[in-house]
């Protein structure tokens, strides 16, 4: 029974993709619904939240403008932040309104992407990671002072371009 309900989300949500299981690009269980192609705008997807719906984010405090991509159509995808994504996702103020092309998997109930690849148009990797890197040193010597109780302030690298 399980599978079968399974297979019928499976199936809606290809639909809803404009897909079907022939077109999906590799249906993989263990990876999302669907390898597919992403393109848009890389956005810090709290502050784009703030000033779309009035959501209460503090990507000074907790998030650290935590990248994601907007589509031509408006939609905002997480990206998943992991050994692929985490350069990425920590790329704000150095990569912030730069297009960027994803393949990878998506997972349309919680709109996210887990990048198997990416092109950010400008940008290589080598400089993706070199940036990442020395932000997340300093991102680590302000959670190390952090006191308990505290909310986690970290300074952001090559200053912040959203002003709230």
């Known amino acids: ?53 009035g959501a209460n984010a503090q990507c000074g405090l907790y998030s650290q ?12 995808w997480n990206i998943i932040e992991n050994e692929k994504g985490h350069d990425i996702v920590r790329g704000h103020g150095f990569l912030d309104g730069k297009q960027i092309t994803i393949q990878g998997y998506i997972y349309p109930v919680a709109n996210m992407i887990e990048i198997e690849s990416s092109e950010v148009a400008g940008v290589s990797a080598g400089e993706i990671a070199k940036f990442s890197w020395e932000l997340d040193q300093v991102v680590a010597k302000a959670l190390m002072a952090r006191k308990v109780g505290e909310a986690p302030v970290v300074p952001h690298a090559g200053g912040d371009s959203h002003k709230h």
């Open 65 to 76: 403008h935590a990248l994601g991509v907007k589509t031509s159509d408006g939609s905002l």
């Open 1 to 53: 029974m399980r599978n079968k309900l399974l297979l019928l989300l499976a199936m809606c949500s290809l639909a809803m993709w404009g897909t079907t299981p022939a077109t999906a690009g590799g249906w993989d269980k263990a990876k999302g619904l669907s390898k597919t192609t992403i393109v848009g705008e890389l956005i810090c997807v709290g502050c784009t939240l703030k000033r779309m719906d």
